[in-house]
């Protein structure tokens, strides 16, 4: 079977760079321990390798369609793989035991869904969308709310959905319309509808659990008058029985790619007989929802890594396996082509891919490490994990979507003429990862974010804990003769970017917000190099330290070799372009927010 992720960098990320161990200290987590966490992530890789990687082209070829009824016809081995998923707790794994969960860490939860996600990118986003939907429920809902709609979610029988965007209104929920209009029976009756629905009411689940924003009739206007509400596709009664609740699929969107995924347009209350059940209070719902949406934030760019990582391996082997032309110094025609793995032009794309990969799958553990280290703490300790998560959650949706898609454009190059074939996975792989760019937010949203948001939280102390988490870290790396000039690097990239930080402030200071942000998403390259440098020169470290050592039991010598040769790599090719960044981000001069529209023609 063709390779689609690295079990040893898997597990090199887990216990020598992150070190999920650590969490096991938890009260939350303290019934697991290293072993187990690894046998949980090798049943994931076989789960993968059985029920979803076969199937990956298969699920391409044979998309999610319209069925003209009000329902999306899916490939049948769509329920099987939910329901299989289920079975081994990888909806439900990580919430708590009294939900019926396993107490996973997202840590080892998440990496699970790694493998999924390189497997069969396609397939994972119905289980994680559940994940999401249940854990909302059960943050927010009342009692009977959660044991309605949580067990058939994590059962694999339902599945859970987030319903926020509208025609009129795309990713300003600030502007939506759907409206909820209050009765005396205890719920709302919505009316509406949402566009771009992923995995909305196909037929291998039974119900639909939508959770969805709307505005209750005489809600303020903007996002202060969003409120949350469960709104199920057949809603269940106090006999057991179930009705349809005037939920309709009017139709499903025909992607570019991720095409065994279903993206619905739904429509609320055609009948006026669509009830809908609030969660929470009123006019919170954007609150609320800012959970799921920060999850699937982390999720989207974890899936970038991750399919950034099969089409990376998938290069890999092609170059490992054709040979083609001769190096540049042989002359003699008659001598057998050697494998293009030898080629320095072929090296040099095949480390691009292998340093955006794993350096983004590296930010995406950081994150979840971040996550459980939020749950597992009190006080300021918690505090400032969280306020790491909310600065680095916009950067690793970002860097891993943008540079991912160029990291799989360089896999189809890699290929030559054959990565443009549907012979080969690579185009698929290439297809699947552009929309990683647009869920939960495009680059720019992301960027502005970043910049307007979470550089500013609590008067930048987002930022300068994220400073000095890396500051750490380059002490550690000064200890190695070899890696003490690429930290002396980053420490300047640092100081680069606090200087770029000043200048930007010097606009926001005068008020002219348009300016300060003009350049958001310049900004926001700038700081993904910078903290995929600091995954890099982590990763760097452990590796020396295991040479060192010679602590060679659980990966070979010329694996870590190629860890620090791959940093060294990233900080010659990739790093140099936040310098660039910069020089853009400190140029007085204003070239973006033109008011002559005639200037574009």
């Not at 939900?99 to 397939?123: D, K, R, W, Y």
């Not at 009129?168 to 009756?189: F, P, R």
């Not at 809603?235 to 939920?247: C, K, L």
């Not at 989207?300 to 089409?311: E, T």
Request: with cysteine; charged share 20%; glycine share 8%.
């Amino acid at each position: 079977m063709a390779r689609y992720t690295s079990m040893d960098f898997i597990r090199f990320l887990l216990f020598d760079v992150h070190h999920v161990e650590s969490l096991f200290a938890y009260e939350k987590f303290s019934h697991l321990d290293s072993e187990q966490a690894w046998m949980i992530i090798e049943s994931a890789k076989q789960f993968a390798d059985q029920e979803m990687h076969p199937f990956f082209k298969i699920f391409d070829d044979n998309p999610a369609t319209y069925d003209g009824n009000g329902g999306v016809k899916t490939h049948p081995q769509l329920k099987k793989i939910i329901r299989g998923a289920a079975a081994q707790s990888w909806i439900g794994g990580a919430a708590k035991f009294e939900h019926g969960g396993m107490q996973l860490p997202e840590m080892i939860f998440n990496t699970g869904h790694h493998i999924f996600q390189a497997a069969n990118n396609s397939v994972q986003g119905y289980l994680g969308l559940s994940t999401g939907a249940a854990d909302l429920i059960t943050s927010f809902g009342n009692q009977k709310q959660i044991e309605t709609y949580v067990p058939p979610i994590y059962e694999g029988r339902w599945q859970g959905t987030m319903a926020l965007t509208e025609p009129q209104a795309g990713s300003s929920l600030s502007d939506i319309i759907t409206t909820a209009k209050t009765t005396e029976k205890g719920y709302y009756l919505v009316k509406g509808q949402k566009i771009f629905i992923s995995g909305g009411q196909h037929d291998a689940a039974e119900n639909f659990v939508h959770l969805t924003l709307a505005r209750i009739e005489g809600a303020p206007a903007g996002v202060k008058g969003i409120s949350l509400f469960i709104i199920p596709k057949f809603r269940p009664t106090e006999d057991g029985s179930f009705y349809y609740n005037d939920v309709h699929c009017a139709g499903d969107f025909q992607k570019m790619g991720q095409r065994g995924y279903s993206t619905t347009h739904l429509s609320f209350g055609d009948n006026d007989d669509c009830q809908a059940y609030l969660v929470g209070e009123p006019h919170k719902g954007l609150t609320y929802m800012f959970q799921m949406m920060n999850g699937a934030r982390i999720s989207v760019g974890q899936c970038a890594a991750s399919v950034a990582m099969a089409a990376y391996q998938a290069s890999l082997q092609y170059c490992l396996e054709r040979p083609q032309g001769r190096s540049a110094s042989e002359k003699d025609p008659t001598k057998a082509p050697t494998l293009i793995i030898n080629h320095a032009d072929v090296q040099r794309m095949l480390f691009t891919q292998k340093s955006i990969a794993e350096g983004s799958l590296s930010l995406a553990l950081e994150c979840s490490k971040l996550y459980d280290q939020v749950n597992g703490t009190t006080g300021e300790e918690k505090e400032n994990y969280l306020l790491l998560l909310e600065i680095l959650t916009p950067i690793v949706k970002t860097y891993a979507s943008e540079q991912g898609s160029r990291s799989a454009s360089l896999a189809i190059q890699t290929l030559g003429g054959y990565g443009f074939t549907t012979d080969f996975p690579v185009q698929q792989h290439y297809r699947d990862l552009k929309i990683m760019s647009l869920y939960e937010g495009t680059t720019g949203i992301q960027s502005l974010d970043l910049l307007g948001r979470k550089v500013n939280l609590q008067n930048g102390k987002a930022v300068k804990l994220l400073m000095n988490s890396i500051n750490n870290d380059l002490k550690v790396s000064i200890e190695f003769e070899n890696l003490t000039p690429y930290a002396n690097i980053l420490a300047d990239e640092l100081k680069r970017m606090g200087n770029v930080l000043e200048h930007l402030s010097s606009y926001a200071m005068k008020g002219d917000v348009e300016r300060y942000l003009s350049d958001a998403t310049i900004f926001m390259e700038m700081a993904g190099y910078i903290i995929i440098a600091w995954q890099w020169l982590k990763m760097a470290t452990i590796a020396a330290q295991k040479i060192r050592e010679s602590n060679f039991k659980s990966n070979s010598l010329s694996f870590y070799q190629g860890k620090i040769h791959t940093m060294e790599f990233f900080f010659k090719y990739e790093l140099p372009h936040s310098e660039a960044c910069a020089k853009t981000l400190e140029d007085v001069n204003t070239l973006t927010n033109i008011k002559v529209y005639e200037m574009f023609q």
